[in-house]
């Protein structure tokens, strides 16, 4: 089975700032991989695909990189509503998620 | 629009069933999978796995097989989580969820449902 890592596990950051998060695969996953965000109480939502793909109705400000087994979510510039947990998922074979990132106001 | 609504929340005792239903409207059902996800409380997304909405094969997922049953009742565009014999640990919430499609190769989940709490407790 594919394993999903992140780091960091968790992150403060303040409205304005750039924030990355990492996301490792086990084994090479090509671009098979897809960004999640979901806040408290409700429903994950698709952010990226094919691991530099927007979502329709996504902000631009979130963007994804990487192949193989190394990638990284990026959001440009942290708004309010940005304030979630993270969580990265492969599709090569069925799927894993990623244990996710919790971003919160430092 | 694509709506995927799930059934209200359940109580039950160690050892019962629950079944929980998944209606989804706005698309063809039968033209994508369905998936299932837990969340344990304050944990991480698990995939349990994933129903053909066509033909009604169901995958699970490691950790997932023997207690949990995924079924489809097309002629209602619902698709079904049974879990039998429920322990304490299979208090969670758990999601329907649509896939889709990028490429060939590709699959995203695109539509999620609200999620149904099971709750596991004497």
């Known amino acids: 089975d594919i394993q999903m890592t992140q780091s960091p596990s968790s992150l403060s950051a303040s409205v304005g700032d750039r924030v990355t998060i990492t996301c490792r695969a086990s084994?090479?996953?090509?671009?098979?991989l897809n960004w999640y965000q979901q806040k408290p109480g409700k429903a994950p939502k698709l952010l990226i695909y094919?691991?530099?793909s927007l979502q329709s109705g996504v902000p631009s400000r979130f963007s994804g990189s990487g192949s193989g087994t190394d990638f990284t979510l990026t959001i440009s510039s942290l708004q309010p509503e940005d304030f979630a947990t993270y969580y990265c998922?492969?599709?090569?074979?069925?799927?894993?998620f990623g244990p996710g990132t919790k971003v919160d106001i430092k | 629009q694509v709506q995927l609504v799930q059934s209200g929340s359940e109580l039950k005792k160690p050892g019962a069933s629950v079944k929980v239903s998944c209606k989804a409207s706005?698309?063809?059902?039968?033209?994508?999978?369905m998936n299932w996800v837990r969340q344990a409380p304050g944990q991480g997304l698990e995939w349990m796995g994933w129903?053909?909405?066509?033909?009604?094969?169901?995958t699970y997922a490691q950790g997932f097989t023997g207690r949990f049953v995924f079924s489809l009742d097309t002629s209602v565009s619902t698709a079904y989580l049974q879990i039998s014999s429920l322990k304490a640990e299979d208090t969670a919430v758990y999601y329907c969820?649509?896939?889709?499609?990028?490429?060939?190769?590709?699959?995203?989940?695109?539509?999620w449902g609200q999620g149904t709490l099971v709750t596991v407790s004497s």
């Open positions: 969820a649509k896939s889709n499609y990028y490429d060939s190769s590709g699959y995203r989940i695109d539509y």
């Open positions: 706005g698309y063809t059902f039968t033209s994508y999978a």
């Open positions: 129903i053909n909405t066509n033909t009604g094969n169901p």
């Open positions: 084994q090479s996953i090509s671009s098979y």
């Open positions: 094919a691991a530099s």
């Open positions: 998922q492969q599709s090569y074979t069925a799927f894993t």
